[in-house]
């Protein structure tokens, strides 16, 4: 399996911006479609973006999309996640995931992902 560490999260107010960041190591991360998901207390744990091995296609759950965006960099075995204009419903500790051979028809659930990173908390002031 491939080690995710994450980093970047942080306190933020309303309208603001934070990136998130996954490093991957012991495997070719090329190999890996790449998840965000986040899980907020007392809440199941829900997609937030992938992307595919190379790049294309990504996909967004509809209530991030325009305001976060994924990418990668298989040089640098990592992904990250740019998100602007937050919201306080955006407070979540935030995972990164890895899933082998590619995303597959099924990038939104938890169970398509083999290895996972200890998560990076989000908090959104209002």
């Known amino acids: 399996q491939v080690q995710l560490v994450e980093s970047g999260g942080g306190l933020v107010q309303a309208g603001g911006s934070l990136r998130l960041s996954c490093a991957a190591s012991?495997?070719?991360?090329?190999?890996?479609?790449m998840g965000w998901f986040r899980q907020a207390p007392g809440k199941e744990r829900e997609f937030v973006a992938a992307?595919?091995?190379?790049?294309?296609?990504?996909y967004y759950a509809d209530s991030v999309k325009g305001r976060m965006t994924i990418a990668r960099d298989n040089a640098k075995n990592t992904v990250s996640l740019q998100m602007d204009n937050l919201k306080p419903e955006d407070t979540a500790l935030y995972y990164c995931?890895?899933?082998?051979?590619?995303?597959?028809?099924?990038?939104?659930?938890?169970?398509?992902?083999?290895?996972w990173g200890q998560g990076t908390q989000v908090t959104v002031s209002s």
């Open positions: 995931a890895a899933s082998r051979g590619g995303l597959g028809a099924f990038y939104y659930s938890t169970s398509n992902y083999e290895s």
């Open positions: 012991g495997r070719t991360f090329s190999n890996y479609g």
């Open positions: 992307i595919s091995r190379y790049g294309a296609p990504i």
